[in-house]
C-alpha cells in the first residue's frame, strides 16, 4: 500500500508565501513523475506543476515565475514552493506521484488527501 501526505498549507495574504510538501510511504520500486494539482470551487482540478525523476519540469502558465517545483528522490519526496500568492491560487491542492509497488508492477497513478490553500485579499 502506498500512501502519500501533505503538509504545509495554510491561510496567506496577497503576497505571500507558502511550502508544500508531500512524501511517498508504503511499498515502493519506485516513482516517476511527482506532481501538484489543484481544484477550487467549482471548477476542474487542474495541473500546476509536475517533475520527473530526472529533475524535468513543467508549470501551468498560471504560476510561471512565481511557483518553484522541486523533489528529493532520497526521500520519496516533492515540494512546492510558492510565492507572490494571489487570490485565485486559492484551492485545494493535491500531492500525485506515479509509482511502481515492485519491479514487475506497472506504474500507477496515487493522490494525497488535498491541502488546503486560501489566499486573502
Known amino acids: 500500500q502506498v500512501q502519500l501526505v501533505e503538509s504545509g498549507g495554510g491561510l496567506v495574504q496577497a503576497g505571500g508565501s507558502l511550502r508544500l510538501s508531500c512524501v511517498a510511504a508504503?511499498?515502493?520500486?519506485?516513482?516517476?513523475?511527482m506532481g501538484w494539482y489543484r481544484q477550487a470551487p467549482g471548477n476542474q482540478r487542474e495541473l500546476v506543476a509536475a517533475?520527473?525523476?530526472?529533475?524535468?519540469?513543467n508549470y501551468a502558465d498560471s504560476v510561471k515565475g512565481r511557483f518553484t517545483i522541486s523533489r528529493d528522490n532520497a526521500k520519496n519526496a516533492v515540494y512546492l514552493e510558492m510565492n507572490n500568492l494571489k487570490p485565485e491560487d486559492t484551492a485545494l491542492y493535491y500531492c500525485n506521484a506515479v509509482i511502481k509497488t515492485g519491479r514487475f508492477s506497472p506504474s500507477r497513478q496515487y493522490w494525497g488527501q488535498g491541502t488546503q490553500v486560501t489566499v486573502s485579499s
Open positions: 517533475i520527473t525523476s530526472g529533475g524535468s519540469t
Open positions: 508504503g511499498s515502493i520500486f519506485s516513482i516517476n513523475a
